[in-house]
């Protein structure tokens, strides 16, 4: 347990976004109330959410397999508003909390969140005065604690800090493998955070599910360090062993996964000095693997006569080559070029390679790609 704002709070939460499914794609509701009881009878009661995750059917699936089966009173939850491409008006914005309220029919929220702000959508946010909106609503009792997630770079969250220190804490990107990564930023956002007195909750501990299973080399290191550990706990007590940490969530999709997480964070002990060395080396070993060192400057962008999402399709072709995870760097190239251009669209002029800050051979990476992907 730790203490925030008076309040004692578990080390682990649980995120409501990688549930169960049946054969249909509802969710199986059967599995996740035992998951549910599982954690609750674990010690643990913090549990994660947004309507944008599934259309509203995890918030749906934490009403029917926690609000109307625990007192209010024995569990905190957490839900978002995200204003996304789709949300066209400040008055569509705003009734994502009185939808939320109504599907999860939790009377109030305890922590509350401003969705996913980053550099592309920041401007909405204060255009649509949802910072002003998340306190009336406290002020109303609706809202117990208001924060927002965060995917930027450290500037733009100095930016939101300095302008709202109403904010109470902020929900973060931290894990093992990106805490020098040039894109997430997560130790350089985290010491942002921790600057200005803010609370943490971290989401993605586990990268998504890859430090679960990371490539051999840091898998290696760990397994030497303590054969009887699971990937999983190395990464999610790395990231509750940070300062300042409300909750770290972990989005379970499986009882063993509970059974697993709660088997060390019930009893939450810190990362030994020994262990962080580890931790850091097995970070070093994943970061020497052979990959396309683009830094998503997007200078090869602007100029591209093809409209081609190089730094995105850059990025695609990397979850293969580090992680080894063929179906996400299939599905990822499909989403970036189902607008935009494709790898085979490039026409060789050379634009790109003379605005790369990295010297990259960008047109005959591109040529992989298409061989690959398409």
Not at 210 to 232: E, G, I, R, T
Not at 284 to 303: F, H
Request: net charge negative.
């Amino acid at each position: 347990m730790n203490e925030y704002l008076g309040q004692e709070i578990p080390k682990l939460g649980f995120g409501f976004m990688r549930l169960p499914k049946l054969e249909d794609g509802s969710n199986d509701m059967p599995q996740v109330k035992e998951m549910v009881d599982l954690f609750m009878n674990s010690g643990m009661y913090y549990f994660d959410t947004a309507w944008i995750y599934d259309g509203g059917n995890s918030e749906r699936a934490i009403k029917e397999a926690l609000v109307d089966r625990y007192p209010r009173d024995k569990f905190y939850l957490a839900t978002k508003l995200q204003a996304g491409s789709a949300v066209l008006s400040e008055e569509q914005a705003k009734s994502e909390f009185t939808d939320s309220l109504e599907r999860t029919g939790a009377g109030y929220f305890d922590f509350y969140l401003l969705h996913a702000i980053g550099p592309d959508n920041y401007e909405k946010y204060e255009r649509f005065h949802l910072f002003e909106f998340v306190q009336q609503k406290k002020a109303e009792g609706l809202i117990k604690h208001i924060g927002f997630s965060f995917h930027g770079n450290q500037e733009l969250l100095e930016t939101i800090l300095e302008k709202h220190p109403e904010m109470e804490f902020v929900q973060l990107q931290i894990n093992y493998a990106d805490w020098e990564s040039d894109n997430v930023q997560s130790r350089k956002v985290m010491e942002t955070a921790q600057k200005y007195g803010k609370g943490i909750i971290i989401m993605e501990p586990v990268k998504g599910g890859m430090l679960a299973n990371p490539p051999k080399v840091a898998a290696d290191l760990l397994k030497a360090a303590d054969a009887n550990a699971s990937y999983a706990s190395w990464a999610i007590r790395f990231a509750a062993s940070q300062d300042n940490i409300i909750t770290v969530l972990s989005g379970m999709s499986t009882l063993s996964q509970v059974e697993d997480n709660v088997s060390y964070m019930k009893d939450f002990q810190p990362l030994s000095e020994e262990e962080m060395k580890v931790v850091h080396q097995a970070r070093l070993e994943i970061e020497n693997i052979p990959r396309i060192a683009c830094t998503a400057c997007k200078y090869c962008v602007a100029g591209c006569p093809q409209k081609i999402n190089i730094p995105g399709i850059f990025a695609a072709h990397n979850r293969s080559l580090v992680w080894g995870d063929e179906k996400t760097a299939e599905n990822s190239y499909k989403n970036i070029t189902k607008d935009a251009g494709k790898a085979s669209d490039c026409i060789a002029c050379g634009q790109c390679e003379m605005e790369c800050p990295q010297h990259l051979n960008i047109i005959e990476l591109l040529q992989e790609c298409a061989n690959k992907y398409e």
